[in-house]
């Protein structure tokens, strides 16, 4: 029965503030299931405070074959990364 | 609910609860809130009890963890509601004592709740039936008189919320999806529907525990599950049964056969092993 489901890509909230993270999948016949689904398989121990769901077909990636064109250009450029500054101790949080 | 921390010999061979005997010394309204009790939490135990029975054997693996965190539910209900009840009874008995060591004529659950699954349209149907029944009820147990069944009913009444969302989405999904689906949610609404009348006939311990404002006036509930019940139902696409008044009589101990052998599949440990723990 399952096979016939379409698959739903499952985002939990831990906390208020925080961002929805990706946890995996589940099988539902419609949007209002796969929340259910996701409730029943991915918050049994009080992981989320939030869930959304999105059909799997709906997602676009990235071409892994693109991968050097979309993601190598990068590599050389350490200045990017905020690593030149001093950070004074009073920031704590970045 | 852990495994029997029963002292042997504790047991009340009688079967004094439920039989009408009032323990002497006991004041009659303590003997009422205790079948008052074991009626709710019986019904929270027999049916987590058959949902249970669903576990490795659903339709999908969403829908056993599904099925398996709504028994959760309903088990943890009747342990508050069972423990309250061996306190009120006064006889040392604890809730694993009320759920492992008593006889089917000494359960007092509604009828509905022991019937058995069947498909999952019936299981279905059987869990909608009751989960707006249990949503009425802990609604206005949450106001009780008695404090500790009101915070009990609270609690129960949150779960309870997400059980109908599941189970009158699940019924709207089968009425209203393919012709086998329709006609098996059909098929299950009109097999079931006999055991509803008992759960609105009000007897001596209902009307007792609505006049102590410990419980709710039955009739009234009757027509508020009665049209949550017809709203489904409409969206489902499936047609109310006609009414027939039936002599169930699940809540006094009077049960249909399938309670017997439910039971002896659930206390089978603590029958053979008296006192086995984990």
């Given at each position: 029965m399952s096979k016939d489901w379409p698959l739903f890509e499952v985002f939990i909230?831990?906390?208020?503030?925080l961002e929805h993270k990706h946890v995996g999948s589940v099988h539902a016949a419609d949007a209002r299931m796969a929340i259910e689904h996701a409730r029943d398989v991915y918050t049994r121990r009080q992981e989320g405070v939030s869930i959304w769901v999105v059909r799997s077909s709906d997602i676009m990636a990235s071409d892994p074959a693109e991968a050097d064109a979309l993601f190598e250009p990068a590599r050389d450029k350490v200045y990017r990364h905020p690593t030149f500054y001093t950070i004074p101790d009073e920031v704590k949080n970045l | 609910m852990s495994v029997a921390k029963t002292t042997p010999g504790v047991t009340d061979a009688s079967g004094a609860v439920g039989s009408g005997v009032t323990a002497p010394g006991a004041r009659p309204c303590d003997d009422t809130l205790l079948r008052y009790l074991l009626r709710l939490g019986d019904t929270s135990l027999v049916l987590g009890q058959r949902l249970g029975e669903w576990i490795g054997h659903s339709p999908a693996l969403e829908e056993d963890l599904g099925l398996a965190n709504l028994s959760l539910d309903l088990v943890g209900q009747a342990r508050l509601l069972l423990t309250y009840a061996a306190e009120v009874e006064g006889k040392g008995r604890d809730e694993d004592a009320l759920a492992f060591l008593r006889d089917a004529p000494q359960f007092m659950n509604l009828t509905l709740a022991e019937q058995p699954n069947g498909d999952f349209a019936q299981t279905i149907v059987r869990q909608f039936l009751l989960d707006a029944w249990q949503l009425e009820m802990y609604e206005a147990l949450s106001s009780s008189s008695d404090t500790r069944l009101a915070a009990i009913a609270a609690k129960a009444l949150k779960e309870s919320r997400y059980h109908y969302r599941f189970s009158s989405g699940w019924l709207i999904r089968l009425g209203d999806g393919t012709e086998e689906s329709h006609r098996r949610a059909q098929n299950a609404l009109n097999g079931l529907w006999r055991f509803t009348d008992e759960l609105f006939s009000a007897d001596e311990v209902d009307e007792q525990m609505a006049s102590a404002a410990i419980g709710p006036s039955l009739g009234e509930l009757q027509p508020r599950w009665s049209a949550r019940i017809n709203e489904v139902l409409r969206e489902a696409t499936l047609e109310r049964p006609v009414s027939a008044r039936y002599p169930w009589h699940g809540k006094r101990g009077v049960h249909t056969e399938h309670l017997g052998h439910m039971l002896t599949e659930m206390q089978h440990l603590q029958r053979t092993y008296p006192g086995a723990q984990w």
């Open positions: 909230r831990s906390r208020a503030g | -």
